[in-house]
C-alpha cells in the first residue's frame, strides 16, 4: 500500500460542477501539499496545510489530522482548471522530502 | 526569472549514452531535491541536499546515477549508461532553510530510445 494515496485516478466534470479529491495519507507529517500539473510538467504548489482548512480563490484545501485525510475543493469549477492534481505529504524525519500520491488527472468540460 | 530553473527541458538519447542535468535553484534555498515522475504517475524521490552535502539517496537511485552540489548552489545529475527505463521527467525542487514548501522547477523530460 503506497503512503499517499488519492482519489479518484480520473475525473471528468462539467463546467460549474463541484469538484472533491480526495487523499489519504500513512505517514507522520510536517504538511500536506496539493500541487497542480500542467502538460508540460511543471508543477504548482496551491496549498500547504496542517490543521484545518485554507481558501485561495475557487480553491479550498481541509485536512483532518486524526483521519490521516484531505480533501481539495473546486468550486465553479472551469475548463481552465483542467490539470492532474496531485497530493504530497513532507514527512516528518529525516529530509521532509515529499512523498506524493498518483495524482488525481482532472477534466472540466464546458 | 527568479524561480528554480532547470537545463535541459527536454533531452533525447540513444541506451548506453550518458546525460546530465542541471538545476539552479533558488537563490540563499540551502535544500534541494532531485524527484522523478514516469508517466501517469506521481514524482518519487530520489535525493537531497542540504548544502552542498547529499544527505539523502533513495534505493531507486542505482550505481549509475550520482548527483552532486559542489558549492551549495547548482546541482547536476548524471545517469550513465542509459535504460529505457530511464525514461522519465526529472524534476528539481528547492526549499529555504526554515520554510516547509518546495519549490519546483520546470523538470526535464528525458526519452532515451
Known amino acids: 500500500k503506497n503512503e499517499v494515496e488519492q482519489s479518484p485516478q480520473n475525473l471528468t466534470a462539467q463546467e460549474g460542477e463541484f469538484i472533491t479529491i480526495n487523499c489519504s495519507y500513512s505517514?507522520?507529517?510536517?504538511?500536506l501539499h496539493w500541487l497542480q500539473q500542467h502538460p508540460g510538467g511543471g508543477i504548482v504548489s496551491l496549498f500547504m496545510l496542517s490543521s484545518g482548512k485554507k481558501k485561495h480563490g475557487r480553491l479550498i484545501a481541509t485536512i483532518n489530522i486524526q483521519e490521516k485525510h484531505s480533501s481539495l475543493h473546486i468550486t465553479a469549477s472551469h475548463p481552465r482548471d483542467s490539470a492532474v492534481y496531485i497530493c504530497?505529504?513532507?514527512?516528518?524525519?529525516?529530509?521532509?522530502?515529499?512523498?506524493f500520491g498518483q495524482g488525481t488527472r482532472l477534466t472540466i468540460n464546458p | 526569472d527568479t524561480g528554480v530553473s532547470q537545463d535541459p527541458r527536454h533531452k533525447i538519447t540513444k541506451r548506453g549514452q550518458n546525460v546530465t542535468f542541471r538545476c539552479d535553484p533558488i537563490?540563499?534555498?540551502?535544500?534541494l531535491y532531485w524527484y522523478r515522475q514516469t508517466l501517469g504517475q506521481g514524482p518519487e524521490f530520489l535525493t537531497y541536499?542540504?548544502?552542498?552535502?547529499?544527505?539523502?539517496k533513495s534505493r531507486l537511485l542505482s550505481n549509475r546515477f550520482s548527483a552532486e552540489r559542489p558549492k551549495g548552489s547548482f546541482s547536476t545529475l548524471e545517469i550513465q549508461r542509459t535504460e529505457q527505463g530511464d525514461s522519465a521527467m526529472y524534476l528539481c525542487?528547492?526549499?529555504?532553510?526554515?520554510?516547509?514548501?518546495?519549490?519546483f522547477g520546470p523538470g526535464t523530460r528525458l526519452t532515451v530510445l
Open positions: 525542487a528547492s526549499r529555504a532553510f526554515l520554510g516547509d514548501e518546495q519549490f
Open positions: 505517514v507522520g507529517i510536517s504538511a
Open positions: 537563490s540563499e534555498h540551502n535544500r
Open positions: 541536499f542540504q548544502n552542498e552535502a547529499q544527505l539523502e
Open positions: 504530497a505529504a513532507s514527512k516528518i524525519q529525516g529530509a521532509q522530502k515529499l512523498v
